[in-house]
């Protein structure tokens, strides 16, 4: 039998990426979500900046939220200039919270962004997904795996 595709959305511009939750979790649903920001917050990530490494979402009152993601005040941003750290509410599907809440509240599945970025039509979205995390032998095992994919590659290329 065929392996599923995983799910690909459409990506123009990547703005912020979470390179080790791939590392740190072993990822089994992946969502897109909306994200509701402020004027100044989509000029500085519009300027390319932003991080999410420390990151993740929670849901709260059937609202999913995203808790510690850094964006940066705007240079020119003045008084109208938004809180760096602040909460950001993230847009999802009413079916797709429910399914959020179940897996976090009964199999004990974490919420972790993958990455932000600016889709075709210009509107800023997440790549949230429902995780869980990896033991520590997990880890060595993934490390042990990558470095034979790279010795093995090295070794063909010296063949040839």
């Known amino acids: 039998m065929a392996r599923p595709k995983p799910v690909t959305f459409d990506k123009k511009k990547i703005v912020a990426e979470n390179r080790k939750a791939r590392f740190n979790y072993t990822i089994e649903d992946v969502f897109e979500a909306g994200l509701a920001l402020t004027g100044t917050e989509v000029k500085s990530l519009r300027g390319g900046e932003g991080t999410i490494a420390e990151s993740y ?3 709260r ?3 999913v939220w995203l808790i510690n ?3 940066p005040e705007f240079s020119h941003g003045n008084r109208f200039n938004h809180e ?6 993230l847009l999802l599907h009413a079916r797709e919270i429910d ?3 179940g ?3 009964r199999k004990g599945m974490t919420l972790v962004p993958l990455s932000v970025y600016f889709n075709s039509r210009g509107r800023a979205k997440v790549e949230l997904a429902l995780a869980k995390g990896k033991q520590t032998h997990d880890k060595r095992a993934a490390i ?3 470095d034979w994919k790279r010795d093995k590659a090295r070794l063909m290329r010296e063949k040839s």
């Open 84 to 89: 760096p750290k602040r909460m950001r509410k």
């Open 144 to 146: 042990k795996e990558r």
């Open 99 to 101: 399914k959020m809440v």
């Open 61 to 63: 009152d059937g609202q």
């Open 69 to 71: 993601a850094n964006i």
């Open 57 to 59: 979402a929670e849901v």
């Open 103 to 105: 897996a976090v509240e």
